[in-house]
């Protein structure tokens, strides 16, 4: 069964920093492109950032470029998501997506999602 | 980035077809075949619906399908069930090689 689970949420102070990571099980993550999406508390979904297979091609929305940072770790068969000079505006719960080869622009699978709280 | 225009809310009776649309440009939904659905129930994950434009992952049920006609790409249910009722997501590649989330769509079984 595929599997994604996301790990690292926490409350932080605003201009704080926090790490996500994504674990995934099931499948191997690195051979998909890999998606961060977010859900702020009763809001739509927000794509905030992608990363390619081999991390050649990295993109994020335009609110997180500069403060955010994609990685993986194939090898871990894990996703990241480095998360600097938060504000209360990014307090959602982050979803780690992908897989399930049906490219790299769609998220087969999904996590539980991680909550993230910025606030002080 | 824009979001993608959806309508906020649409209903039906159990057993009746509804269609939700989600409105883009030129710049994503106009120009790329790389548009998705996602189907998410209260506290939970998405759940991947539909997949370029038109395509169902396995498991999904053949009452769901997906179109596109312009700018705007178009997700059908037939046969509605109470298990329908959900909030209802497009996406699209852009031209800016990101995506881009329609404002989600409620859909009520009356």
């Known amino acids: 069964e595929v599997q994604l689970v996301e790990s690292g949420g926490g409350l932080v102070k605003p201009g704080g920093s926090l790490r996500l990571s994504c674990a995934a099980s099931g499948f191997t993550l690195s051979r998909d492109t890999m998606h961060w999406v977010r859900q702020a508390p009763g809001k739509g979904l927000e794509w905030v950032s992608c990363?390619?297979?081999?991390?050649?091609?990295?993109y994020y929305a335009d609110s997180m470029k500069g403060r955010f940072t994609i990685s993986r770790d194939n090898a871990k068969n894990s996703l990241y998501l480095q998360m600097n000079s938060l504000r209360a505006e990014d307090t959602a719960v982050y979803y780690c997506?992908?897989?399930?080869?049906?490219?790299?622009?769609?998220?087969?699978?999904w996590g539980q999602g991680t909550l993230v709280t910025v606030s002080s | 980035q824009s979001a993608l225009t959806q309508p906020a809310s649409v209903s039906g009776s159990p057993g009746q077809s509804i269609t939700i649309s989600c409105t883009g440009t030129s710049s994503d939904v106009g120009t790329y075949n790389y548009v998705s659905w996602y189907q998410q129930h209260p506290g939970k994950a998405p759940k991947l619906m539909i997949y370029d434009v038109s395509n169902r992952p396995s498991g999904v049920s053949n009452r769901f399908s997906g179109s596109k006609s312009g700018n705007t790409a178009s997700l059908t249910i037939s046969g509605l069930q109470a298990e329908d009722e959900a909030d209802y997501y497009c996406t699209s590649y852009t031209s800016s090689s990101t995506l881009v989330f329609g404002g989600g769509t409620k859909l009520t079984v009356l």
């Open positions: 997506g992908g897989g399930n080869d049906y490219g790299d622009y769609v998220m087969g699978a």
């Open positions: 990363i390619s297979s081999s991390s050649s091609y990295i």
